[in-house]
Every structure is written in C-alpha cells, then in structure tokens.
C-alpha cells in the first residue's frame, strides 16, 4: 500500500461522469504537476474507469471514483477492487454524497467497499458530510460521527485512508464554510471521533482557484477533493500548485 504519512498535502481530481480519451490525453499533456519532481505533494486524479487503462504518465496517481462491495461473481455492472487495483488504481473514493444520494448506497455497501479497497491495498478515500437541512438543525457533528462510525471498518491503520469532509451543501453550489467552520469539523474527526493525529482530513465542496489556497492554509486540512474546477486545467493547474 502506497505511504501516504509523507505527503504534505493530498489533492485529488474527481472527474465525476465527464472525459473522453482525447480530452484525457490532452490533460496528461498540460497539467503542470510531476510526482517524479515533487515527492512532497500528492496528487491523484480519478477519471471514469474506462478511462484509466489509457493512462500511461507517471505525472499524478490514479484513482477510482467507486468500487464494487463485492470481491467476484455474478454482479452485473460491478468492478472489483482487485481490478481497479489490477490497471494501476492507487486509490479509490468511496461513499460520495452523490452515490449516497442519487444511488441509495448506505453504510453497509460503504463499510464493504472500504474492506475491499483496503485488502487489495487501495487507500480508500471515504466521503463524509452533512446536508444543509442538518447544518441548519445543528445535526451535522452527530451526522457525521454516524457516518464514520458505521462505514470504517475496525482494527483498521487509520494512516492508511483518508477522509473526504464534503459539506453535501457546499458540493458545486459556490457555498463553502468559513475556515473556522472546516477547521473545527476536522478538528472533531480528529479529535473526538478518530482520536489520531495521523489520520488525512481533506476538504471538498466548490474548492477553486480562487478560494483553495486559504482552505488548503487552515492547519488541520490535509489536502482538497475537487470536482468541478479539476475539469478546467487553466484554473486547476492554479490549484496543484499546493
Ligand atoms: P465540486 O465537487 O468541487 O464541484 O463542488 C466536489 C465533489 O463532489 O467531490
């Protein structure tokens, strides 16, 4: 499993349901990051699967944006771990809110998939977040608790995942917490519910060009999950720059 405890910072592409081959190609060949020149910063991007097997730079890592809860069978559609792993996945994002949301995917399926992820020795990047309603009914530190307790597997190296604190909110409206609102949410994932320092807490939710420096500045942030501005590579090669 790839050593995450000596990167920096982690910033991590999520492509979402967007890219072709050409579009792919054209990226490998303009984004300004190099992991072979920085070795202190991590950077991954997660296209659609079908695109990965066309990545052939060693400029970024890659990832997946899902994975399957299930090892091997008769499971139509599905993708395993080992397989993503198989065409050079490192890393794999796991219950994002629009999965939780949209695909009715709930602890269980997300508590597997983090097993899966990590007995092929894929660090799973496990989103987590709160929706407005619940922001506004002072729920979201309860939220959020639920939500790690129930889909992190025990006995687990907490230093070889990673959380995503997206703000279900915040995720491509323009909305972002303030910085004392996303220092004190990793602060409490930290603290109070992970009791570790060595756990990575990155931020998503409407990270640009414009606002990721300040974000990425806020002491317990660890890195940012991008969705939107990763797909434009004037402004996202801002961003990389960490
Ligand atoms: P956004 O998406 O940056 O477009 O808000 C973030 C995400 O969904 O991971």
């Not at 990270?207 to 990763?230: C, F, R, T, W």
């Amino acid at each position: 499993m790839l050593e995450i405890d000596k990167f920096k910072k982690i910033i991590i592409a999520n492509w979402k349901l967007n890219g072709s081959i050409p579009y792919l190609n054209e990226y490998i060949e303009n984004i300004q990051f190099d992991k072979s020149k920085d070795n202190n910063n991590c950077l991954v991007v997660c296209p659609p699967s079908t695109l990965i097997p066309y990545i052939k730079t060693k400029k970024f890592f890659i990832g997946s944006q899902d994975c399957s809860s299930f090892k091997e069978g008769a499971y139509t559609g599905e993708i395993s771990c080992k397989m993503l792993k198989e065409i050079g996945c490192d890393f794999v994002i796991i219950g994002h809110s629009e999965r939780r949301s949209i695909f009715k995917e709930h602890h269980k399926s997300i508590f597997d998939k983090c097993t899966n992820a990590i007995n092929n020795k894929l660090i799973p990047i496990l989103c987590i977040g709160e929706n407005g309603q619940q922001r506004k009914e002072n729920l979201h530190k309860e939220v959020l608790m639920d939500q790690l307790s129930k889909s992190l597997p025990k006995n687990i190296d907490i230093e070889n995942i990673i959380i995503a604190y997206e703000p279900v909110w915040s995720i491509g409206t323009g909305l972002v917490p303030d910085q004392n609102q996303i220092s004190e949410i990793h602060d409490f994932i930290k603290q109070e519910v992970l009791r570790s320092n060595q756990v990575r807490v990155i931020y998503g939710g409407s990270v640009k060009a414009a606002n990721y420096k300040k974000i990425l500045e806020i002491q317990n942030v660890d890195g940012l999950l991008v969705g939107g501005a990763s797909l434009n590579l004037d402004e996202f090669n801002q961003i990389i720059k960490f």
